[in-house]
């Protein structure tokens, strides 16, 4: 009994050091992956926590920008992010095969500006995605978007306090050629306020949305000129 005591504790004791040597290579390993990244963004973080036990890896306070953000005329996306937390990660699978699984990734308080996109070859892009990546849940909470148009200062169309929840994804090189690029079963949409520039003449407000699979609700919604007589 006493030697599988020692046994279990030696294991455990291993299992310990395994796991914060992991956190330690994980912590000085991603600042270089996202610095060297080919996605054309800049993505900056202050906090990592990682545990190979719970299979779970958090991001505090990050932000993303495009590489060439100082140019006059933005594209993209930029974001800041409270949070991210991704929950039940597949290291097996990770290592052994392909797929990515995460049982749950979830962004808290995201704030993102979106601009025109630069087109790139997008032929390419999919041709190198050999992955498949799936994902049991997807949440966002309480997250502010605003939409522009070319050229334009104010938002075209802004989005607060948006929650928004998503199953069972995937996503591999075949629903990449899809007009939407993943599966999914359930989804859900709730926001407190949305305003849409429909065009020159009028904008629509309303207060707030839901969706889901089989319900559309908007509450208090207004087409208002933006011209005074």
């Known amino acids: 009994l006493r030697i599988l005591l020692y046994l279990f504790g030696g294991l455990v004791f291993l299992f310990l050091v395994f796991n914060i040597m992991f956190s330690y290579m994980v912590n000085k390993k991603v600042p270089d992956l ?25 991001l505090k306070d990050i932000r993303v920008k495009p590489i060439d953000s100082l140019n006059t005329n933005k594209h993209g996306f930029f974001a800041e992010i409270g949070a991210i937390h991704l929950s039940g990660i597949g290291l097996l699978n990770l290592v052994t095969s392909n797929k990515i699984s995460v049982s749950k990734l979830q962004l808290t308080e995201p704030t993102l500006h979106l601009y025109p996109f630069v087109k790139k070859d997008s032929t390419e892009v999919k041709k190198e995605f050999e992955k498949i990546v799936l994902l049991d849940e997807l949440e966002i909470i309480s997250a502010n978007a605003f939409l522009y148009k070319k050229d334009q200062k104010n938002p075209h169309l802004s989005v607060s306090n948006l929650d928004f929840n998503l199953k069972n994804i995937k996503l591999d090189k075949s629903t990449l050629k899809e007009n939407l690029p993943l599966h999914y079963s359930d989804y859900q949409i709730k926001l407190d306020s949305l305003a849409f520039k429909a065009n020159s003449f009028y904008t629509i407000k309303t207060n707030a949305i839901a969706i889901n699979n089989r319900k559309f609700t908007v509450t208090d919604f207004k087409l208002l000129p933006n011209f005074n007589r």
Request: charged share 20%.
């Open 34 to 58: 996202l610095a060297n990244n080919d996605s054309g963004y800049v993505i900056t973080y202050k906090e990592l926590d990682v545990s190979i036990f719970s299979r779970y890896v958090a």
